[in-house]
């Protein structure tokens, strides 16, 4: 009901930057809070940074600084700026987003939680 497609990922050498963008599409009444998380080989995945309606966010503390999350309410779309990449933040980037379906889903409190397809960040030089 809900799909999310991610771009943005790539090479990088460290130091360098990348941004992601994350859009969402198809049956959304309201997003309450969307997310990036990233999963390096071997690794669980691990959160990096949310977001949530009125724009409060929460980062990792590894990220902190040098990461900036940010969406657009009207388009459902997330972007996380990314600075001075270290080569151990290799890894696939997940979006996630919590939706409401319909104004029904809202009055119950209900929320569905949606994953996209990731996106390769590669920190190398």
């Known amino acids: 009901q809900v799909q999310l497609v991610e771009s943005g990922g790539g090479l990088v050498q460290p130091g360098g930057s990348l941004r992601l963008s994350c859009a969402a599409s198809?049956?959304?009444?309201?997003?309450?809070?969307m997310g990036w998380f990233r999963q390096a080989p071997g690794k669980q995945r691990e959160l990096v940074a949310t977001?949530?309606?009125?724009?409060?966010?929460n980062y990792a503390d590894s990220v902190k600084g040098r990461f900036t999350i940010s969406r657009d309410n009207a388009n459902y779309t997330v972007y996380l700026q990314m600075n001075s990449l270290k080569h151990e933040e290799t890894a696939v980037y997940y979006c996630?987003?919590?939706?409401?379906?319909?104004?029904?889903?809202?009055?119950?409190?209900?929320?569905?939680?949606?994953w996209g397809q990731g996106t390769q960040v590669t920190v190398s030089s």
């Open positions: 996630n987003a919590e939706v409401l379906h319909s104004y029904a889903d809202d009055l119950n409190n209900a929320r569905y939680e949606y």
């Open positions: 977001i949530i309606s009125d724009g409060s966010t």
């Open positions: 198809g049956t959304i009444f309201g997003i309450t809070a």
